[in-house]
């Protein structure tokens, strides 16, 4: 249940990233390489949000925790790309886009905030059944 | 104090899975070539998928039930996020094609492994003490 919990969020997540780039007309056959790059962003980032929707102690925080990684991971990683590729004029362009992206990413986040939040709430629920039929035997 | 010794661990994670993955580049670097002050950004961006590798190893962890899950589920991670991620990345940034990633992702990957298996069996060492007291 938890690991299809994993997929669902995973494919809201790069679907709601790679999805925003198909809104843009003139997308080529070539453009799929970028759509599948993203589309494994989105399966790293909900891999990662995992471990913080855990230890998050609310719905709220989990979701916050979402929206903040799906805002920083496209920024930080279109820094590290632009300058690892020499920062020259087509390179700094990362930087825009990864700016760019990091609104929708951000909201897929959120989504898989809420998704996973509600996943690890299931759980400890089932826990603390399980425990007071324990304390009760 | 239990998120701060998780949060511990995790950095604890990270630093020596960016030994294991920085290292190597580092010593090849100074071997065959001069320090240069661009060189940093190929390094921090090495250490930043460290960084994302041992976060992921913490979710993967908390889903594992023996040691040996815990340190194969780090080492393939290890071994083939670099690899995966490289290959996308060389594909969709084809206008840059003297740059070679892939080759350089297939010769990281082994320290990666290494350190990716140390990560997975300290985070599952940590969630053992962590877990022992709520049972």
């Known amino acids: ?137 | 104090m239990e998120t701060r010794n998780r949060i511990g661990t995790d950095i604890a994670c990270a630093g020596i899975w960016i030994v294991f993955t920085c290292g190597p580049g580092l010593i090849t670097i100074i071997h065959f070539t001069k320090l240069d002050r661009h060189l940093v950004w190929p390094l921090l961006s090495l250490a930043f998928v460290a960084v994302v590798e041992a976060g992921l190893t913490s979710s993967i962890v908390l889903e594992t039930k023996s040691s040996a899950q815990a340190i194969l589920g780090g080492g393939g991670l290890g071994l083939i996020f670099p690899v995966v991620g490289a290959y996308l990345l060389q594909k969709f940034v084809v206008d840059f094609e003297n740059w070679s990633l892939v080759p350089d992702a297939l010769v990281i990957c082994f320290p990666s492994a290494i350190g990716g298996a140390l990560a997975g069996w300290i985070q599952w060492r940590f969630n053992r003490s962590w877990l022992r007291p709520k049972l």
């Not at chain 1, 809420?114 to 304390?135: F, L, M, N, P």
Request: charged share 10%; glycine share 14%.
């Open chain 1, 1 to 137: 249940m938890r690991a299809l919990r994993y997929l669902a969020s995973s494919i809201v997540w790069g679907t709601l990233t790679s999805g925003c780039l198909l809104l843009f007309p003139g997308l080529t056959w070539e453009d799929v390489w970028l759509l599948l790059f993203l589309f494994f962003a989105g399966l790293v980032e909900a891999g990662l949000l995992w471990s913080f929707a855990a230890q998050a102690e609310s719905h709220a925080q989990a979701i916050k925790a979402g929206t903040l990684l799906g805002l920083l991971m496209p920024i930080i990683c279109g820094l590290l790309l632009a300058n690892d590729l020499g920062g020259g004029f087509e390179a700094q362009m990362l930087i825009g886009a990864g700016l760019a992206l990091s609104v929708p990413n951000a909201l897929g986040g959120a989504i898989v905030g809420w998704i996973q939040g509600r996943s690890v709430a299931e759980a400890q629920k089932t826990d603390v059944h399980s425990e007071g039929y324990v304390k009760r035997i």
